[in-house]
């Protein structure tokens, strides 16, 4: 419940339970109440003491992050590295500038070890379209310095917008160099669409080896985020920009379909036992504007609007979905597959019903789906490349699209991971004798996770030379992320791929496919 305040106040929360503490930045000029979760009050103009918790290494190890901005708020995200069970009180602060001259929010907040000491601070009553900068600090310990930027609101016109999508960053394959590029580009926000982590137990003969079980409980999932954000390089992508995450499966399991385990005959409350604990860890380690989990169900999907120009529908097409067909086998056939044929749900029926109604109603220019698996359709005759994807879900598939047609939606754009392959593509629906364009898919190859390609018969070679419907690019071999410019009149995606094999390495575009607003139909330009 919103409390009143004075306008020179705002409000400091101590972090209880797993709620985001909420805490307002409002300075002389701001006179908008703030909501808090209990604490103590003080103002912009009183010095906040940095507190005491008698540690004796840096507990900011693990770096900071920023997620899920509004108009007028942003998460503000850090977990610390505390050898201890107490609570860690904390001192943060928010700033318009780098050198934190010039203060707009101080105050206290605790991380909880029942969360693994993680933060999700809610910091509220920022200005629109608004470049801002934050910090931890406790004892001698200052965290690094993370830029995060809020949303124009629902009503301004945006005239321009810069986003990165990425996914699929497998420690063990290479050097997270993408980040690096990430870092560097400071865009106004980072779409990160799944495989933050992956499960599977450390091989002595990777690239880069560690020595690890399979992740199956919660504190084997919190070890591996931390391996993870051990690296300065995921550190510094993280820290440049507010990032909106979604998962895939390797946050939990490798092809997790909703309750359903890879491995067959594995019990499903079993199975939800673990991913209740995934859930739990993927919250304590991402900025994410939602209430912590409760058990092995947890509501994700969400919206972010950048003004009048673009709203992203963030989805989640692993929780809710149908089993695949065909035992998920790679390259099936749809004549062979007894069960190829079956109506079956990729996002669940309340999810797909709120993303149809998301779409009926948006307001603005450009109407986006950041998801998971390759939309387009990947088949050769009557084998499906990866029923995984929505290949896997043709009924699904035409549903969406299909609202999309009739209902007159123009400019869908939809974001893709998973693949470990970039590809731009018109979407298509309607009879085979009467197909009709109606949205643009962009998908970003790995940050670093091995292409797939190799599990086909002929390779690179084979799939290049197929002719998919509307694919206008593919790039199976390389890493990287894609970089998109998004305007009122057209959207253009870079597909930047860059070395993982070094640790240090210059990115470079090598394509760029656009779309005009008004029309789906996209256009490739190769490097």
């Not at 000491?117 to 629109?128: C, N, V």
């Not at 900025?287 to 409760?294: I, K, S």
Request: hydrophobic share 40%; glycine share 8%.
């Amino acid at each position: 419940m919103a409390t009143p305040i004075d306008r020179r106040t705002f409000l400091t929360a101590l972090g209880l339970g797993g709620a985001a503490v909420v805490v307002s930045c409002a300075g002389d000029d701001e006179s908008a109440p703030g909501t808090t979760t209990g604490g103590a009050a003080t103002t912009v103009d009183d010095a906040v003491t940095t507190p005491t918790a008698g540690l004796v290494s840096d507990p900011f190890a693990w770096g900071v992050s920023s997620g899920d901005p509004t108009d007028r708020s942003v998460i503000l995200w850090t977990r610390l590295v505390a050898a201890t069970d107490t609570v860690v009180p904390l001192k943060w602060e928010v700033a318009t500038d780098e050198q934190f001259s010039k203060v707009v929010g101080q105050g206290l907040v605790d991380a909880d070890p029942a969360w693994g000491h993680s933060i999700h601070l809610d910091a509220t009553d920022l200005a629109p379209a608004t470049e801002y900068f934050f910090r931890f600090s406790v004892d001698e310990f200052v965290s690094p310095t993370g830029r995060t930027k809020t949303t124009p609101s629902d009503d301004d016109t945006l005239e321009s917008l810069t986003i990165v999508f990425a996914s699929c960053q497998n420690y063990a394959h290479g050097f997270y160099t993408a980040h690096d590029a990430i870092a560097a580009d400071r865009p106004d926000a980072v779409f990160f669409l799944g495989d933050f982590i992956y499960e599977s137990k450390g091989n002595p003969e990777s690239f880069r080896p560690f020595d690890a079980p399979e992740t199956v409980t919660l504190e084997q999932y919190r070890d591996r985020y931390s391996l993870y954000l051990s690296d300065p390089s995921l550190q510094a992508s993280r820290a440049a920009a507010p990032w909106i995450v979604t998962w895939d499966d390797h946050e939990v399991e490798n092809n997790m379909a909703g309750a359903i385990s890879e491995n067959a005959g594995e019990d499903p409350a079993e199975f939800l036992i673990r991913r209740a604990a995934a859930y739990q860890a993927y919250y304590e380690h991402q900025p994410v504007r939602l209430d912590a989990p409760e058990g092995a169900d947890w509501a994700i999907h969400r919206t972010v609007r950048f003004g009048d120009l673009a709203e992203f529908f963030v989805l989640d097409g692993r929780q809710y979905r149908d089993d695949q067909p065909c035992d998920d086998t790679i390259l099936s056939s749809r004549t062979d597959c007894a069960n190829f044929a079956e109506d079956r749900t990729m996002l669940g029926a309340e999810q797909e019903a709120w993303l149809t109604d998301g779409l009926t109603g948006a307001q603005t220019t450009w109407k986006v789906l950041a998801q998971q698996t390759v939309m387009a359709g990947l088949v050769i005759g009557d084998l499906v490349l990866n029923v995984d994807q929505w290949d896997g879900y043709p009924a699904a598939r035409d549903r969406l699209l299909g609202t999309i047609a009739e209902g007159g939606i123009d400019n869908v754009v939809v974001l893709t991971g998973d693949i470990h392959s970039a590809g731009a593509a018109t979407l298509y629906t309607g009879p085979a004798e009467a197909r009709v364009p109606v949205a643009a898919e962009f998908v970003g190859t790995s940050i670093t996770s091995n292409s797939l390609v190799d599990r086909f018969p002929g390779g690179a070679d084979a799939v290049a030379a197929v002719e998919f419907e509307g694919v206008r690019y593919l790039n199976v071999k390389d890493h990287g992320y894609c970089r998109c410019t998004i305007t009122p009149q057209r959207w253009m995606t870079e597909f930047v791929v860059i070395d993982t094999k070094v640790e240090q390495a210059t990115p470079r575009v090598d394509a760029t496919a656009t779309v005009v607003a008004g029309a789906p139909e996209v256009a490739v330009t190769l490097a």
